[in-house]
Structure formats: structure tokens, C-alpha cells
């Protein structure tokens, strides 16, 4: 993950959360590119940010975590929140490579925070506040992607051994089962001719 400090200007967050922890993370679009994004948030007047940014090859930190930055349009929420925007708008399709640095960066913040990897504590803007934001992103694919990142990974020659191990352990026991059945026979072929001879 390549995430590039790119301060929005002092006017467009709050320092601190007023004691308030990080529950939620909220997805924005931008409706433009990243660079629109860095205009935005540094302007002093335009009084909006986001955490973080998302755009082709790289992130920008707009906002520490443990500020407040006016994103959702519900201040008690932001209080609560990450706000993640994503380079994306009508005329500008979600690329994969977007997609993929946004569920890096969410697995990423959902470890650091304990945050869960659902749809309760990941949530588009358009659930805080009427609005078409995050437009076209899909979300359920992001916590996908991001769940299975913060899966942990399968050591794949533990397993062959293992599953070679139990192999030679299920020969042993034909062997063993082929030996008992030899022994029965035998018994039974004794038991046989003994009845024979009486
Ligand atoms: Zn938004």
C-alpha cells in the first residue's frame, strides 16, 4: 500500500474526536479524479474532507485517524468515522486498480481498529444522508475483497505433509486389516477341518 500524506487544510476537520472511537468506515465517491480531490480538501474554504483518498496507483492521507474530518454530513458520525473517497464519477468508471487499494486499505483499517467486515460498520454516504454517493462503487465487493486479504494464508506444504502423513498412516492400517483378515481365514479353515476329523 503506497499511501502519500497530502494534509487538507486546518478549516476542513476538527483535531481529536471528542473522546468519541472509530466504529464506522463510510466509501465515498469523488466524482473526479484524485488531484480534484487534493484541490478540494486543501481549499480553506470549501470546509470537507476525508481521510483518505483512493486513486489509481497511489493513496493520499488527507486527515490523521484520530481527527475528525467532515465528510458524511452528519457531525456525530464523523466523530465515529474514517471517510474513504474513491476516484471514480459518471464519466469515470471504478477501476480494478481502485478496487484493489481501497480493500488493502480497509482491511487494513478494519484490523487496526477492530472494526467488523460487514455491511453494519462499512457503509456507503448514502445511508447517513440522502445523497447518490458513492455512486457506482460497490461496496459488498470492496469487504469481499478485503475479507478475504485479511484471511490468513494457507501453508500449502504443512498441509502436503500432513496429508501425505495421514496416507501412510491409512497404508498401516490396510496392512494391519489384510493381516487380521489372513488370521480369521485361518482360524476358520482350523475350525473347519477340525470338524471334519471328528
Ligand atoms: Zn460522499
Not at 22 to 32: D, E, N, P, S, T
Not at 85 to 109: C, F, M, R
Amino acid at each position: 500500500m503506497n499511501i502519500k500524506q497530502v494534509p487538507a487544510h486546518s478549516n476542513n476537520y476538527e483535531k481529536g474526536r471528542r473522546g468519541k472511537t472509530i466504529k464506522w468506515i463510510i466509501m465515498h465517491w469523488i466524482v473526479g479524479t484524485l488531484q480534484s480531490a487534493d484541490a478540494t480538501f486543501k481549499n480553506p474554504t470549501r470546509i470537507a474532507s476525508a481521510h483518505f483518498g483512493i486513486g489509481q496507483n497511489e493513496i493520499h492521507q488527507y486527515v490523521n485517524e484520530g481527527d475528525t474530518a467532515y465528510h458524511s454530513g452528519n457531525f456525530d458520525v464523523n466523530l465515529q468515522s474514517i471517510g474513504l473517497e474513491h476516484e471514480g464519477g459518471p464519466n469515470l468508471p471504478i477501476t480494478d486498480n481502485v478496487y484493489k487499494q481501497s480493500a488493502e486499505l480497509v482491511a487494513y483499517l478494519c484490523k487496526k481498529y477492530s472494526i467488523p467486515f460487514d455491511r453494519v460498520h462499512i457503509r456507503k454516504h448514502g445511508e447517513i444522508k440522502p445523497t447518490q454517493c458513492p455512486g457506482t462503487l460497490d461496496i459488498d465487493k470492496v469487504i469481499k475483497m478485503a475479507k478475504e486479504l485479511n484471511e490468513p494464508q494457507i501453508d500449502y506444504k504443512s498441509l502436503y505433509e500432513a496429508t501425505v502423513k495421514e496416507k501412510n498412516d491409512l497404508w498401516k492400517d490396510k496392512d494391519n486389516l489384510l493381516r487380521v483378515n489372513r488370521e480369521i481365514k485361518q482360524t476358520l479353515s482350523d475350525i473347519i477341518k477340525n470338524l471334519k476329523t471328528e
